[in-house]
């Protein structure tokens, strides 16, 4: 199993009773190779897949993730395009050449800030480096800029104009918020205090959205609200009735979406949660998700709600949750969408 530093995790997985449905075999898609598990389809069958962040660009959903081949072995940092039911390889680096991209990501509204990295596949040697990746045309370039803490737990918001970068050393007890402008690629510390209690943000990683002007980080049962005007970081009064680390989020037209997480090494959560920031109110889904998933990329094309990857027993998801947030409903291999 590979290492990587936010989550060592073992999980029992337990599957929730979905019907069996056909694997599709020997079908390749530029590379791709189809497949599915626990009811829906995975990433890319022809590899072992450990998805870094993922993006909805208005277009597609960029993925980074970095792979193991099942025939060869050989390792490689990818970039995946993925716009309904079709999926591409954009991007290959061959592992060791360069360090691999990617602790957190936002989509800027024209390329992806990406932020920190790994040394190699494997390793607990963070990178300070910060990358841009432009879609369009298809560059990944290392910008001349350097995180101050290169080994940290991280989360990032977009907010239109700025990245806004929380940040806690391994090292040091301290927490920081640091702004990034993508147009004057620089780091500014800003003088954020935050609230009692938020230990590491880099469990908020794939839990901290944008929605209508503020920022909303869930950490555990609890949900911090950011506001970067004012500057101010504090709890909301309002929480959720697990205490899961670790989990995803992400903001739609309808409120912010809220899956899964784990507890301990062998207690993993299928929960759905939907807050409303309107009325400061929490509500449980009736739909769970297929299996026990924690740390998983998440992101909304307009119309449904996507889970990439993540950590089930024990090692990385090769697979694409896709919820459909209207009718409570995850969709399954072959079902129609609406």
Not at 109 to 115: K, Q, Y
Not at 118 to 130: F, R, S
Not at 178 to 206: A, H, I, K, Q, S
Not at 234 to 258: C, H, M, Q
Request: a neutral charge.
């Amino acid at each position: 199993m590979r290492k990587h530093l936010h989550s060592l995790l073992i999980l029992l997985l337990l599957l929730t009773g979905i019907a069996a449905v056909k694997i599709l075999e020997n079908e390749y898609f530029g590379g791709i190779k189809e497949g599915t598990f626990g009811g829906v389809p995975k990433l890319d069958d022809s590899v072992y897949p450990h998805a870094r962040f993922a993006v909805w660009t208005g277009k597609e959903i960029v993925v980074g993730a970095d792979v193991i081949s099942k025939r060869t072995g050989g390792k490689e940092f990818r970039i995946y395009k993925i716009y309904g039911e079709k999926k591409k390889i954009a991007l290959r680096i061959p592992i060791g050449e360069k360090p691999i991209p990617g602790e957190t990501a936002v989509w800027t509204g024209r390329e992806v800030s990406i932020f920190g990295g790994t040394e190699n596949e494997g390793t607990a040697y963070e990178t300070p480096d910060v990358y841009s990746y432009n879609p369009e045309t298809n560059q990944l370039t290392t910008l001349n800029v350097s995180l101050p803490y290169p080994n940290s737990g991280k989360a990032a918001l977009w907010d239109g104009r700025y990245v806004y970068l929380f940040l806690k050393s391994f090292d040091l007890e301290e927490r920081f918020v640091y702004r990034f402008d993508p147009d004057n690629p620089g780091l500014e510390m800003l003088n954020v205090t935050y609230p009692d209690g938020f230990d590491n943000p880099g469990t908020c990683m794939y839990s901290a959205v944008w929605y209508r002007g503020r920022g909303y980080l869930v950490f555990r049962d609890k949900i911090a609200l950011f506001d970067p005007q004012s500057l101010s970081f504090k709890w909301l009064n309002v929480s959720l009735p697990t205490k899961y680390y670790a989990r995803s989020a992400v903001a739609t037209d309808e409120g912010i979406f809220i899956f899964g997480g784990f507890l301990t090494w062998d207690n993993f959560s299928t929960e759905i949660f939907k807050f409303s920031p309107e009325d400061n109110s929490v509500e449980k889904m009736k739909s769970e998700l297929p299996f026990p998933l924690a740390q998983a990329p998440v992101v909304w094309d307009g119309r449904y709600i996507h889970l990439i990857g993540g950590y089930i027993k024990g090692s990385e998801a090769n697979t694409i949750i896709t919820y459909d947030y209207r009718s409570d409903k995850v969709l399954l291999v072959d079902e129609k969408r609406g």
